[in-house]
């Protein structure tokens, strides 16, 4: 158990991301904050738009090259922002890793799999082709690719999308990073498949040791698979909070609407489902306050003016209890963009 | 918006780019020549003027004269009618025949689209310039001839071109839907693929204009286009080849008039490109 | 592999075949019959059917089309009108000039195009970008017959470095060498070479455009791959697949641009050949020069194929496997 004053293994901390757009210089990512351990398991939910993906690249630096960053980023302690190209392509593959939504496309049609698995190790480790491939084999019998030896030379098309997303996941685990980044891992699988391959990245995470950020737009799998959830509307992280305490009771408006909208079973005949009313503001048209207060029952004044801070809720703490040997209670603090969340109702 | 509100908006917007602009001005000007040269060139270009012949740049003959004396100015400019013809009717033929069958072969799919993609790809397995010579050979070398074999040319371009384009129409979602209310192939062709493939078809014939311009130039330089006395640009750089020692400005401006004209074209081509692009016509 | 293979083999034989057809077609379906074309509209009935006599077109088209065919894959041809020899004699001699100029031509454009067309990827909408692009508008621009004469202007009458056309051929004792006969090819190959090299850059520089936007570019800058190494290894050989088919096409232009070329510059090649031929309605000799040329840009563009199927494993695997 580590205690608290360790260097956290990502600290993010006013992450702000501009970008250079036909309309002009636009602020793509407005406040982002959160810090990981090894072993964290985050989450980040949100939909279409709302800058998850951006963060990601903004952590990987594989932002476009228009884009501004200011705040901070460190891995390990190091601030990735004052990093040059060269210095980030020192980390990449090996400290921190990244997998992405469509594993059809993320690979290279033209290279036989095992290539594309040993590379990052020729880069990075040095190892000539030969050892190379075959720490490709290990790899690919690690993500439990059925009859790997023989799957070696394929190239991508030969393979299905769980089999691919596979692939991309021993590519990532190739230099044993510590931070392993997922957008969307799943989303563009089967719904059988991705249950195995989640589940795959849940165990292979956890063997290790590395830190798992884990994006989606998807509830149910927030639940499953993360310890920690943030929520992200219009650029910035509205609510951060562990797993249960979220599932437990919201504090923004805006997680509350998205909890609310879940189908349910067992609702009676003829039920409207509950929906957010509004639409989610373009880019282009995001408010200089609050992105969600044209949508919000609460709206005042001074949310339109400027972005609200961050605000802990009461009897949650950011802090460590070495009384508790349980790791998920280790860090419990339930953090809330919004100034008016207490005159919500917490609901179940 | 009202079309006239959205046409203006259209406007401003092809005017700021600058292809598109500067593409449009040059083909303009040369559109202009030509309909001013149909009334009126400085010199009647039949005038053959030989104690003048070769003669420099002068305020009588701006660009002077050329072997027989004729007005290189005049020449120039009744000339841009001839590679503006060429340009109409080749890109016309392609329009005519290459977009049915493209078409067509897009809506049938099947056998159909084989035997027209097989046609095509065949004509475009013999180098076209070559065809045309032989065609000129054949019938002999003229005008009518050597539009003909240019604008045949252009037919397999465009029903490739179209075809592509429509297949893509054909497999969005509202045509299977227009198909379940009840519309014909025909109908839905004519309602929606067609303008829907328009765009690409108005770019590829900015296109083809600039190549058939150029194929009628080398054509004529061979002496197998345009005859005398009829002006055409090419011939005359044929012409001045031979007076290259003592006159040797006189091969440049025909050369120069037939780039300016493939310039603009090209320019106003890749302008039409971006505008008409529907991905880009929105913000990125 | 090998049935990739055999399919494209199958198809240039076909494509072949049906190419013979049409040329011998064509000059079938004249107006008039062949020997009133040869000897116009002032000959004599007399000299009329001696020459049908000699073209042998009392026989039955399809057994001259055998007859045609056959001689061809043997090695044989029909004899000249204009020249009395085999056409094939003269086809090979005349390939002596225009077979190295239509590889020094494209050697310069691939090599320039790619150069130029990869450097402006990388350096997309900087002042190289648009340097580049910009040059390559005038070059499509230009008629290349045109810039011919330019370059005679410049390099033979202007500066006086070569001469203004012909060729003195490749052998030292005809007053010619290897250094003679290139020098004479220089301007020429040039000319050929400008717009095609425009297009090319045109063609890379979208490609690589296209190819660095693709997803698994990010997967491999997220592995820590630096941008050159991207290029290298990732990008530039998914670039080459539309790059090679523009090439492919490119070379059936390049030969008919060598005819309008060849008569620029006066040199003793195909295109001068054809076009001499035409001028002397010499039906035999376009007919078996047409069907040389359209062989070789068949068999041009079979290799193209080959090269694909080398490039992109794809097409070799065929269908995905689960």
């Known amino acids: 158990m580590t205690p608290s004053n360790t260097t956290p293994l990502l600290s993010v901390r006013n992450l702000r991301v501009g970008l250079q757009t036909s309309h002009g210089q636009l602020e793509a990512l407005r406040g982002v904050d959160f810090e990981m351990q090894r072993g964290d398991t ?29 705040g901070s980023i460190a891995l390990n302690g190091t601030d990735l922002t004052q990093l040059s190209d ?12 990244m997998i992405f939504q469509e594993p059809m496309t993320a690979l ?39 009859r790997a030896r023989e799957r070696l030379d394929n190239y991508p098309h030969q393979l299905s999308g769980g089999q691919r997303q596979r692939v991309m996941i021993s590519i990532a685990l190739a230099c044993q990073p510590d931070i392993l980044i997922a957008d969307e891992p799943t989303t563009a699988l089967d719904v059988t498949v991705q249950k195995e391959v989640l589940a795959l990245i849940r165990q292979l995470v956890a063997e290790d040791g590395m830190g798992l950020l884990l994006i989606s737009h998807d509830l149910g799998l927030m639940r499953d698979q993360v310890e920690r959830v943030m929520v992200m509307y219009g650029g910035a992280v509205v609510e951060s909070a562990p797993t249960k305490a979220l599932f437990g009771m919201r504090a923004h408006p805006y997680s509350q609407g998205l909890f609310a909208a879940r189908p349910q079973l067992g609702l009676k005949r003829g039920t409207r489902l509950q929906t957010i009313a509004g639409n989610v503001p373009e880019i282009f048209n995001w408010p200089q306050g609050c992105a969600f207060a044209d949508r919000c029952a609460y709206v005042q004044d001074n949310c339109r003016q400027a972005l609200p801070q961050l605000e802990l809720v009461p009897g949650t703490h950011d802090g460590i209890d070495e009384n508790v040997a349980d790791k998920s209670r280790r860090v419990n603090a339930h953090w809330v963009r919004c100034p008016e969340w207490q005159k919500l109702e917490a609901s179940a | 918006m009202s079309t006239p509100q959205t046409f203006q908006r259209m406007t401003q917007r092809a005017l700021k780019h600058h292809s598109f602009a500067v593409g449009a001005a040059i083909v303009l000007l040369i559109v202009i020549s030509a309909a001013v040269s149909l009334f009126w060139s400085p010199y009647p270009v039949g005038d053959i003027d030989i104690p003048n012949k070769l003669a420099g740049s002068s305020a ?10 004729r007005d290189i100015a005049s020449l120039l400019l009744v000339g841009s009618q001839n590679s503006l ?46 065809s045309a010579i032989l065609l000129t050979a054949i019938y002999g070398p003229g005008l009518v001839v050597s539009i003909t074999a240019i604008g045949i040319f252009n037919i397999p371009v465009f029903a490739r071109i179209t075809r592509g384009a429509a297949n893509a129409v054909w497999s969005r979602d509202f045509t299977l839907a227009a198909r379940a209310a009840g519309k014909t192939k025909w109908t839905i062709t004519w309602e929606h693929v067609l303008p829907n493939v328009a765009s690409v078809l108005i770019v590829q014939a900015t296109v083809q204009f600039a190549i058939a311009i150029l194929a009628e130039a080398a054509l004529s330089y061979l002496g197998l286009g345009t005859q005398p006395p009829n002006p055409s640009w090419g011939r005359m750089l044929n012409e001045a080849q031979s007076q290259m020692f003592q006159a040797p400005m006189l091969a440049v401006y025909p050369g120069v008039a037939i780039a300016l004209a493939v310039l603009g074209l090209n320019l106003m081509g890749d302008g039409l490109r971006d505008l008409l692009d529907p991905r880009l016509s929105r913000t990125r | 592999m090998s049935s990739f293979v055999l399919q494209r083999f199958f198809s240039f034989f076909a494509t072949l075949a049906v190419t013979s057809v049409v040329v011998f077609g064509v000059l079938e379906w004249l107006p008039g019959n062949a020997a009133q074309v040869i000897l116009g509209e002032t000959a004599t009935p007399e000299s009329l059917v001696a020459m049908e006599e000699k073209l042998g077109l009392n026989q039955p088209a399809f057994s001259r089309y055998v007859e045609w065919v056959g001689g061809l894959l043997q090695g044989q041809s029909g004899m000249s009108i204009s020249y009395e020899t085999p056409t094939a004699v003269l086809m090979m001699e005349r390939m002596h000039v225009t077979l190295p100029l239509a590889i020094m031509a494209m050697s310069i454009t691939i090599l320039m195009a790619l150069c130029l067309g990869v450097y402006a990827a990388s350096k997309q909408n900087s002042k190289g970008d648009i340097g580049v692009m910009t040059l390559s508008q005038l070059g499509l621009a230009l008629p290349n017959f045109w810039l011919a004469i330019l370059l005679i202007l410049l390099f033979a009458v202007h500066l006086q470095w070569v001469s203004a056309g012909g060729f003195p051929g490749w052998s030292e004792e005809d007053g010619g060498g290897l250094w003679a006969g290139t020098a004479a090819l220089i301007l020429p190959a040039i000319a050929l070479a400008a717009v095609q090299t425009a297009i090319l850059t045109r063609v890379t520089r979208s490609a690589v455009i296209e190819s660095m936007s693709e997803d698994y570019v990010r997967t491999a800058r997220a592995k820590g791959l630096s941008k050159q190494q991207v290029l290298w290894r990732h990008v ?22 060598a005819i309008v070329i060849e008569n620029v510059f006066v040199l003793p090649g195909i295109g001068r050949l054809i076009f001499q031929a035409i001028a002397n309605r010499d039906l035999i000799v376009v007919r078996d020069v047409v069907m040389l040329l359209s062989a070789m840009v068949i068999l041009i563009n079979f290799f193209i194929d080959l090269l694909y199927a080398w490039i992109d494993p794809r097409l070799k695997t065929g269908t995905p496997a689960v």
Do not use: Y
């Open chain 2, 85 to 130: 013809l060429v340009g109409f009717i080749a890109v016309g033929i392609g329009l005519g025949l290459g977009v049915p069958l493209g078409l067509l072969a897009s809506a049938q799919r099947g056998w159909v689209e084989e035997v027209v993609m097989r046609a095509a790809d065949f004509t475009f397995a013999f180098p076209a310039l070559l």
């Open chain 1, 108 to 146: 290279n049609p033209l290279h036989p799999i095992w290539k594309q698995i040993a590379e990052p190790l020729q880069l990075h480790q040095g190892m000539d082709l030969v050892s190379a491939k075959a720490r490709a084999l290990e790899l690919l019998e690690r993500v439990q690719l059925p």
């Open chain 1, 42 to 70: 985050l989450g980040l939910i949100g939909e279409s738009g709302c800058g998850k993906s951006l963060t990601a690249l903004a952590i990987m630096g594989l932002l476009p090259e228009r884009a501004t960053v200011s």
């Open chain 3, 236 to 257: 530039l050989r998914n670039a080459m697949i539309p790059v090679v088919t523009v090439m492919g096409l490119q070379f059936g232009n390049l030969i008919t641009s």
């Open chain 1, 86 to 97: 060269e210095a980030l392509c020192t980390l990449r593959g090996t400290r921190m890793a």
């Open chain 2, 60 to 69: 009588q003959h701006w660009f002077g004269t050329d072997s027989l004396g």
